[in-house]
């Protein structure tokens, strides 16, 4: 049985259910499962369900709920709260793991003392877990990585990581879904969008999803990138590009 | 023929808002919207539509704007901008108060001289997509608003309406919006992290606005805040107003377009009421806070109903007098000597 949450306030519009401090599944799964639980009670007044690694932030407008009223809700439904350890969706991700889209690969392999091709092995063998989405739009935090490349962020950020590159860092793997400066090494690319404020939902993965690296050939990539373009090839605003 | 404002200068910083993207934070999407909800709702109550419809949110420079379109009714509300007709005849618009311009009008709006941020509202709406259910920009992920962008030279904003209607101007009569300092904070969630003193620290010392603000967040300058655990979390959700203080000790407030989540701890949070007090700070002016339980915060967001619901009894309908109507000018020569449309000639007061 797990320690009962702390209920956190976070000024006068969040309430944040906190179940631990930690990065594991356990944690993770509780914080799904309770988010899938405050949805279906389709409260008036919930603006947003934030799930992290380790605690939901609950967006609410006082006007329609009192912290108290919030708090007294999930504290009931908190011993009846299924928490399934099985992912939602998985998902399989087609990944090019060839040297010229992955600028961090060599040096991934070099400090692991690794060859190029155990770290792809070691990198596409795991089903990840989505523990939350953040940072960026669409940017998820999938785990655990295998500890043989588990590196600490680069002390000096890279000024630019290509959009949909695969990355790495600490426990944790992860997909840019635009192109940004980032901390993270950059092993792999993929062709898929993760991104598009245009659909609905506009993120691929949601918390608690389960993804699979697949490697896949340059000519592949080209071939799955250039079908991917037709998709996508829309500004913001959905006016051609 | 479509209605539009023509930008000819985008200004600093000008981006359309409405009070924010609500629902998607969990993929990551910041909420955006607003940064003065206050003047925002004002600036739109005086032009005649619901209060969260998009306006034009103005940072440091406002635009220059070419009415294109039959007639538009438009209001300025929030920090202090001269808002000034360029053509055909110069002359100063008002503040908080609405006015009619027509096609060809060119409309300029200053730097701010006091506040931060103001909000140019349009009687009907701005014909734009909504994206993920809202109007406003998110400039860092490039989607929302016009285009996803700030207004530059050459922009078209088109407009749902192309001629407002005939009717009476609107006036707030006490031009000042509500919020004062202190700035009210709620403890936590990661108040735990820092020396007990630090709490007292940040509410018995001024804090100074840093040049280092913008849409995300507002970088503060005054006492370091000692933090005793370290100064990363395990990330989780932020919120809006949260005081986050990462390893060099100074807390940085964060705004409309903050991180949904984050990994330095958060001292406090500033209460939703007072949200918009903090967004109206430049750099160099000073900020205080001050403690509040949920229970003040609750009180001062009735207060701040109440003032909204009290707001159209504060504003004052007129029927404009004093405009020189340019157009009855050029045709019936009522004034010798200074008739014409050329910017050269200022009107005598």
């Not at chain 2, 955006?32 to 909800?37: I, R, V």
Request: glycine share 8%; with cysteine.
């Amino acid at each position: 049985m797990s320690a009962s949450p702390r209920f956190l306030a976070n000024g006068d519009t969040v309430m944040v259910v906190e179940f631990g401090d930690g990065i594991d599944l356990e944690t993770s799964s509780r914080v799904t499962a309770l988010a899938t639980y405050i949805n279906s009670l389709a409260l008036n007044g919930i603006n947003d369900l934030v799930p992290t690694f380790r605690s939901l932030a609950v967006h609410y407008d006082p006007r329609y709920l009192a912290f108290g009223i919030l708090e007294e809700t999930v504290r009931a439904a908190l011993p009846d709260l299924k928490v399934d350890h099985h992912s939602k969706r998985e998902w399989l991700i087609p990944t090019c793991y060839d040297p010229q889209m992955s600028p961090d690969l060599t040096e991934v392999a070099e400090r692991c003392s690794l060859s190029i091709e155990e770290v792809i092995n070691l990198h596409s063998q795991v089903a990840y877990h989505v523990y939350m989405i953040g940072f960026l739009p669409g940017f998820p935090y999938l785990g655990d990585l295998a500890s043989e490349i588990s590196l600490p962020r680069k002390e000096t950020p890279s000024l630019r990581i290509p959009a949909r590159s695969v990355a790495i860092a600490e426990r944790m793997t992860a997909i840019y879904p635009n192109e940004c400066p980032g901390g993270w090494y950059a092993i792999g690319r993929t062709p898929m969008t993760f991104f598009d404020p245009l659909n609905n939902p506009p993120a691929l993965l949601a918390p608690g999803d389960q993804v699979r690296f697949k490697p896949i050939k340059r000519d592949e990539f080209d071939h799955l990138a250039d079908k991917n373009e037709h998709l996508v090839g829309h500004d913001a605003m959905g006016l051609p590009t | 023929m479509i209605a539009a404002l023509h930008v000819q200068q985008g200004g600093l910083h000008t981006t359309v808002q409405d009070l924010g993207r609500y629902g998607w934070q969990s993929m990551g999407v910041p909420v955006s919207g607003a940064l003065d909800a206050t003047a925002l709702r004002v600036a739109n109550t005086l032009v005649g539509n619901a209060p969260d419809v998009a306006a034009l949110e103005i940072l440091g420079t406002g635009p220059v704007l070419e009415i294109n379109a039959t007639r538009v009714r438009l209001a300025l509300a929030g920090g202090d901008a001269s808002i000034q007709l360029l053509s055909p005849n110069r002359r100063d618009l008002p503040s908080f108060e609405s006015f009619c311009l027509r096609r060809g009008d060119v409309l300029r709006i200053g730097s701010l001289t006091k506040g931060a941020v103001t909000y140019l509202a349009i009687e009907g709406r701005l014909d734009l997509p909504r994206v993920l259910g809202s109007h406003s920009t998110y400039t860092r992920g490039r989607f929302g608003g016009y285009h996803g962008r700030i207004l530059a030279s050459h922009d078209d904003v088109p407009l749902l309406i192309s001629e407002a209607p005939e009717r009476k101007e609107s006036r707030l009569r006490d031009q000042t919006l509500p919020g004062t300092l202190p700035i009210r904070i709620i403890p936590g969630p990661q108040n735990d992290f820092f020396s007990p003193q630090a709490i007292e620290i940040l509410t018995n010392n001024p804090y100074t606005v840093t040049p280092a603000v913008d849409r995300m967040g507002m970088r503060l300058d005054g006492p370091r805040l000692t933090h005793t655990r370290g100064f990363n979390i395990t990330s989780d959700g932020t919120a809006p107003g949260a005081i986050q203080v990462p390893g060099d000790g100074f807390p940085i407030v964060l705004m409309a377009d903050r991180q949904t989540t984050g990994g330095y701890p958060k001292i406090g949070c500033v209460i939703s009421s007072d949200l918009a007090t903090v967004a109206r700070l430049r750099p160099g002016n000073t900020i205080r806070f001050e403690l509040a339980s949920l229970e003040q915060a609750a009180t001062a967001r009735i207060d701040l109903q109440n003032w909204f619901a009290k707001l159209p009894s504060s504003i004052e309908s007129f029927t404009p007098s004093g405009i020189i109507d340019t157009a009855a000018l050029n045709t019936e020569n009522l004034i010798s000597g200074v008739v014409g449309s050329d910017d050269s000639i200022e009107p005598h007061t």
